[in-house]
T-cell receptor
Framework: AQSVSQHNHHVILSEAASLELGCNYS??????LFWYVQYPGQHLQLLLK??????LVKGIKGFEAEFIKSKFSFNLRKPSVQWSDTAEYFC????????????FGKGTRLSVIA | DADVTQTPRNRITKTGKRIMLECSQT?????MYWYRQDPGLGLRLIYY???????NKGEISDGYSVSRQAQAKFSLSLESAIPNQTALYFC????????????????FGAGSRLTVL
């Protein structure tokens, strides 16, 4: 079965610091990859996605992620975080072969301090 | 109005009670899902449905049942609630244009917070 590992449970950064959140998945075939964000008290929203093509994908609010197939990784990055980026971030994967629902990682809580 | 509406938003109940969480969507998506969120455990799939006649168990279906009453409605039931079912429950739908390729872009509801005493 697929699994998704997010290495950091809680990350605390100062404003303007750079961010990288790790995500690794276990499935060896072709995959689709996602990062979702959950702001405090809200539901999950799509941050960015990778289906195919350029392995560096850009999402909303200045976030980007790089798919490295050889490392089974899809790390999320942002050059300079803001206080409003405080949220929980979830990596998710699904097989690109049809009818399999998304499998989510356990999430990484990001706290940005002023 | 929200694309995916969940009711109730909050519910406190007692052990042994039957609880139903409802989800309705206006996006016209065929695929609907119920996830459960627990702190430190992320989202885990309870059940999913790819069309009105299709119901599939997810990772943690024990203690839950679902009903797909129509394309737009997908309800989750706890026949006899227990305290470890205290969690935040999310309904989601997926984009029919991308779902067939496995690229399930999910649209989530606002969540239903259930507390079982």
């Amino acid at each position: 079965a697929q699994s998704v590992s997010q290495h950091n449970h809680h990350v605390i950064l100062s404003e303007a610091a750079s961010l990288e959140l790790g995500c690794n998945y276990s499935y060896g075939g072709t995959v689709n990859l996602f990062w979702y964000v959950q702001y405090p008290g809200q539901h999950l929203q799509l941050l960015l996605k990778y289906f195919s093509g350029d392995p560096l994908v850009k999402g909303i609010k200045g976030f980007e992620a790089e798919f490295i197939k050889s490392k089974f990784s899809f790390n999320l990055r942002k050059p300079s975080v803001q206080w409003s980026d405080t949220a929980e971030y979830f990596c998710a994967v699904t097989r690109n072969s049809g009818n399999t629902p998304l499998v989510f990682g356990k999430g990484t809580r990001l706290s940005v301090i002023a | 109005d929200a694309d995916v509406t969940q009711t109730p938003r909050n519910r406190i109940t007692k052990t042994g009670k039957r609880i139903m969480l409802e989800c309705s969507q206006t996006k016209g998506h065929d695929r609907m899902y119920w996830y459960r969120q627990d702190p430190g455990l992320g989202l885990r799939l309870i059940y999913y449905s790819f069309d009105v006649k299709d119901i599939n168990k997810g990772e943690i279906s024990d203690g839950y049942s679902v009903s797909r009453q129509a394309q737009a409605k997908f309800s989750l039931s706890l026949e006899s609630a227990i305290p470890n079912q205290t969690a935040l429950y999310f309904c989601a739908t997926s984009d029919p244009l991308t779902a067939s390729s496995g690229a399930n872009v999910l649209t989530f509801g606002a969540g239903s917070r259930l507390t079982v005493l």
